[in-house]
Antibody
Framework: EVQLVESGGGLVQPGGSLRLSCAAS????????MHWVRQAPGKGLVWVSR????????SYADSVKGRFTISRDNAKNTLYLQMNSLRAEDTAVYYC???????????WGQGTLVTVSS | SYELTQPPSVSVSPGQTARITCSGD??????AYWYQQKSGQAPVLVIY???KRPSGIPERFSGSSSGTMATLTISGAQVEDEADYYC???????????FGGGTKLTVL
């Protein structure tokens, strides 16, 4: 059974940093692209970042470019999102999601809440 | 930047057909995908590559695409189909991953 479990969310002050993790199981993690998608309270889904299967290629939404870094450790079956210079508008539930190319975002984690507030 | 535009809300009575649209300039060249998100839950893929249905998704869910508009159709909508629905696609370069703003489907 495919499982994605996010962790690392919490309350952080503006300007602070946080690292999210997404532990994957039930599939060959190293064969899949992975994404982070966020959802602010009461708002819609917003794509944040993606990484290819071996970690050699990444992309970011303009709103997080230069502040967030996506990475992965295929030996540990884990996806990461390093978030720096956090702003109030980064407050959201952050989901990791698998991309099987034919069916992007075919599996999602349960999400982890990041709250940026003083 | 690239945008996908959806109506904010659609409302139907049980048993009626619900249609949710998604417009985007690159849709003639790029597939549309549809996700259902019920309150407090993670999204679920209901349609991929414009019109294909993943296993486990009821047959009443179908998709189509023509020109710059993709459409999710729920034939004979049920109360349990009440949810937010999001379309997803990429821009023409394939380097921007974009969700539509979401459509709240009410079935009552």
């Amino acid at each position: 059974e495919v499982q994605l479990v996010e962790s690392g969310g919490g309350l952080v002050q503006p300007g602070g940093s946080l690292r999210l993790s997404c532990a994957a199981s039930g599939f060959t993690f190293s064969s899949y692209w992975m994404h982070w998608v966020r959802q602010a309270p009461g708002k819609g889904l917003v794509w944040v970042s993606r990484i290819n299967s071996d970690g050699s290629s990444t992309s970011y939404a303009d709103s997080v470019k230069g502040r967030f870094t996506i990475s992965r450790d295929n030996a540990k079956n884990t996806l990461y999102l390093q978030m720096n210079s956090l702003r109030a508008e980064d407050t959201a539930v952050y989901y990791c999601a698998r991309d099987s190319t034919v069916t992007p975002f075919d599996y999602w984690g349960q999400g982890t809440l990041v709250t940026v507030s003083s | 930047s690239y945008e996908l535009t959806q109506p904010p809300s659609v409302s139907v009575s049980p048993g009626q057909t619900a249609r949710i649209t998604c417009s985007g300039d690159a849709l003639p060249k790029k597939y549309a995908y549809w996700y259902q998100q019920k309150s407090g839950q993670a999204p679920v893929l209901v349609i991929y590559e414009d019109s294909k249905r993943p296993s486990g998704i009821p047959e009443r869910f179908s998709g189509s695409s023509s020109g710059t508009m993709a459409t999710l159709t729920i034939s004979g909508a049920q109360v349990e189909d009440e949810a937010d629905y999001y379309c997803y696609s990429t821009d023409s370069s394939g380097n921007l991953w974009v969700f539509g703003g979401g459509t709240k489907l009410t079935v009552l």
